[in-house]
């Protein structure tokens, strides 16, 4: 690895409300076959855009950070790590499309992403006037149902685009989105992820759900969730991963055809949405291959 090179500021700005921004870390090898191993291989150097973005530059400390990296796989053009002001997620949404306006070279072009996520590399189209849409990794596994009494039963884990949720009704843990102040929506929500999981990962011997999503109900394709995550971060934009997971329950519990959209907003208004795929909707037991679609707006670069 060379050294002495630094990973580069591109832009920031926000995505369908959440902040996020982008830097450049292709001159920088990492030998790594797989973005997992390339997130190992780079610890230095994303912990150097966490004090550049975070400290240096007083970046908001809400934002999602997209790293773009040389690929482990050669069917990708770009590599993509995601860092945060308290670590590294395994995926984000909200940042890849950032990543995907700034890296491409106008509307109707692509970028295919290497990301750590299983499920294949994100394919980004720039459509336009601000307009994403993203092709994520494939869901090939269904929800999974968890008999947790702190204090609901109906908690659920999913995992899609190298993110893992624990889903929960919003009413059911009594975490009302209209009558909930953020601040108490984030520390209560923390709280309850940090509970929930340390349980379930008792009981499964697995790694414990990393986000949490507060879910509403579907209504005419339309509804809300809050997603936390992090040292009780209440995302602002309806969340990229977030989106595809509740697509991933809305279609498990009958809420949504195989055929309809998923509009998909967070509780402060903006909204992503969410389809499957041709394939997938003509065969679903294939995988789901999610089609996400949202907005990025460019503040500084």
Known sequence: MNHTS???FLASGNASGQPVACYDATSLAHGA???AGAREALTGALDRVRAAYFGRMRGDPGAIVAVVTRPAVQVADEGLLFVTADGVLGGCGEATMFA?????????STVVFDTAATGGPIRGTDEGAGSVSLRMPTVHEPSVSHPVTVPSQHFRTV?????????????????????????LLASRGDALLREASAVIARRTGQDPPGLLLLT???VGGVTRSAVVWGDAVLNRGPCGTGTCAR?????????LGADEVLTHHSP????????LDTASRLDPSKGLGIVLRGRVETLRG
């Open 6 to 8: 630094q990973p580069s």
């Open 268 to 275: 402060f208004g903006p909204a992503f949405e969410a389809r």
């Open 247 to 255: 697509l991933v329950t809305a279609l498990e519990d009958g809420e």
């Open 159 to 183: 995992t899609v685009s190298g993110n893992s949720f624990l889903v929960v009704s919003a009413e059911a843990v009594g975490l009302g989105l209209d009558d909930t102040p953020g601040e």
């Open 33 to 35: 076959s797989s973005m």
């Open 216 to 218: 509403e109900p579907l």
């Open 100 to 108: 995907c306006a700034v890296r491409s070279s106008g509307a109707g």
